[in-house]
């Protein structure tokens, strides 16, 4: 055990089979001649690996009898989350786990512009702390990724019927308000629906601070007014 150590995994007070990383990022747990280790894996796993070439390292899907899966959550974000600026000890916290977080803000901005409108509002909200996030923004990007495991079969599909209302464009907005209390600007979002399939949409604040929920909801008509203009040229131009 005396190696764990060298790798700063110190033996916990309370159960001799686990080790916990002296910055807590990580977590080992022995069981006879196995381990599984949670948290921060891939810098131990090299570790390990290079000391012991004979071993193997994955992805565990059971443990002890038990099978093992990630729970999916039904929410993009926590329900009634506030997300603000990180604290200086949130930030640092955040940073001594060595984790890229536009990667993973990019890695979900990447689906949500392609195929996963759902993921829109979320990625915005969770984007816009990528130059300085903290443990309390990491949470909800896992909590956002927890969605996304349990939503992986869902696909748009184009439906083309012989109803006429289905040629036509459906375009809804919508806006929040009193959100966000740091920079008193609102989120807008848009979505359009063509032979019953989201062909178009986005999420993002409002860039005028709006006196009125009234007015913040014609600043989002107004926005997508435009885009449902050209997107009404576009379709017409291409004769469907």
Known sequence: MSWFEEIDYLPSISDACLFTHKNKHSFIFFHVNDLIVVGKTQEFK??????????????????L?????????????????????????DHQEFLNQGINYRSYTGMLNYLACRTRPDLASAVSILSRF???????????VLHCWKYVKGTQNLVLRLKPESSSILDQIQFYTDTTWAEDQETCLLQSGSIAFWKSCPILWNSKKQKNITISFTKSKLNALSDGEQENQWLSFLIEVLEF
């Open 46 to 63: 090299d570790l390990f690996l290079r000391r012991f070439p004979n071993s193997t390292a994955h992805s565990p899907n059971t443990l």
């Open 65 to 89: 009898g038990m099978n093992l899966e990630i729970k999916a959550v039904k929410t993009l974000l926590t329900p009634g989350v506030q997300l603000s600026t990180a604290t200086e000890d």
């Open 130 to 140: 990528n130059q300085r996030p903290g443990m309390t923004h990491w949470k909800q």
